[in-house]
């Protein structure tokens, strides 16, 4: 199956199914032909393990033809390049491979950012995809449009992906482990070059934490029988590229020291991705209501349409995370630090 085009669109784009057209990651559908999981009334999957738990919706869809549009997200994080891999493999197998399920799990646990916080990160594949990431191309080239760039670090992620999912496929089918395994990476000159860009990553880590904003509160459990605090941190455009994975294993700048459970950050202005560990038995349902409020304020004032943060009413995030509106918040980082602060003051005194 060849590849006739790729695109690239907003998250939370809704988009029906066409022929010959495979929708992932995005589309807010479980229906042949689109798997995605953001929607409320989606399944508790990424869209990685939604192709090998559900080949059907691939294969049935695209039988016959000898090649696809391949649709997804802007900026393709680790699901969508596994989802594009493993759904282009299932069609040139016909089924799912032991390698391609392993590959699937293994991609779920990342996307959920349930990846044990004893995991070296040297040593586990998602963090050497978004290493190779960073070798990419300028943010941006003289001249160029913002959807060519999308187009351009679009395609060349898929590339940089494919070539490492190939490897490690092919290492889960001969029974090797992907979670935490030196051996994937042991002796390829490739990954050596992305394992260093891993380890120095702890020294923009670092940085950040430097000027970051950190505390402790409390946040509503997940069962909703009651309250357990967490340690939180805030770094406005971080120079490190795995933040939240660093700052979880933070065991001794974090308040607590058992590193930090929630997340705020912002990659650049209008951005922002506030999120909770699964591992902290918490969630933040609620949070979006009150940026929304806000948010809804200030586009009424300034005449500008009336675009929603995404509040995590998903089966696979739980309300764990909350996202700016597509096209990006107007509110400041201020404005959206003081209703982070409003939400976690109206529900325990233990907040600092």
């Known amino acids: 199956m060849q590849v006739k085009e790729w695109r690239f669109l907003d998250y939370g784009t809704l988009v029906e199914p066409a022929q010959g057209v495979l929708v ?7 229906v042949p032909g689109v798997l995605d999981h953001h929607q409320e009334d989606g399944e508790a999957e990424c869209a990685a393990s939604l192709v090998v738990s559900h080949p059907t919706l691939v294969l049935d869809h695209l039988r ?53 916080r004893t995991v070296s990160l040297v040593d586990t594949p998602y963090t050497h995809l978004y290493a190779a990431f960073q070798t990419i191309p300028p943010p941006s080239l003289p001249g160029e449009s913002r959807e060519a760039r999308a187009q351009r670090v679009g ?18 089918e001969t029974g090797e482990e992907l979670l935490e ?3 994937l990476f042991r002796g390829d000159r490739d990954f050596e070059k992305s394992g260093k860009i891993v380890q120095e990553d702890y020294l923009s880590y670092s940085e950040d934490c430097r000027r ?3 505390g402790r509160t409390l946040l509503s459990t997940i069962d909703g029988n009651g309250l357990l605090p967490v340690d939180w941190l805030m770094v406005l455009r971080p120079r ?5 994975e660093w700052a979880r294993r933070d065991f001794t ?24 560990s699964p591992d902290s038995g918490t969630h933040l349902r609620g949070l979006g209501t009150l ?19 995404y509040d995590g009413n998903s089966p696979f995030f739980r309300y764990r995370i909350v996202a700016n509106p597509k096209g990006g918040t107007l509110l400041s980082p201020e404005e959206v630090f003081q209703t982070f602060q409003e939400y976690i003051s109206s529900l325990g005194p233990i907040h600092t």
Do not use: C
């Open 155 to 172: 395609e060349r992620r898929m590339k940089v992906g494919f070539e490492m999912m190939s490897k490690w496929e092919k290492a889960a």
């Open 240 to 244: 490190s590229f795995l933040l939240k």
């Open 291 to 309: 940026l929304n409020r806000r948010e809804g304020e200030r586009r009424r004032r300034e005449g500008a349409p009336l675009l929603e943060w």
């Open 212 to 214: 970051a904003r950190k």
């Open 181 to 183: 395994n030196p051996n």
């Open 64 to 116: 016959g033809r000898e090649e696809v549009t391949l649709v997804t997200h802007k900026s393709p994080d680790f699901d969508a390049v596994a989802a594009s891999y493993l759904s282009l493999r299932l069609l040139e197998e016909g089924k799912v491979t032991l390698g391609m399920r392993k590959l699937g799990g293994y991609a779920k646990i990342v996307d959920s950012a349930s990846l044990p």
């Open 24 to 30: 992932l990651d995005v589309g807010r559908l479980l």
């Open 253 to 276: 700048g974090s308040p607590s020291g058992n590193g930090f459970s929630l997340i705020i950050s912002s990659l650049y202005e209008g951005n922002f991705m506030i999120a909770t």
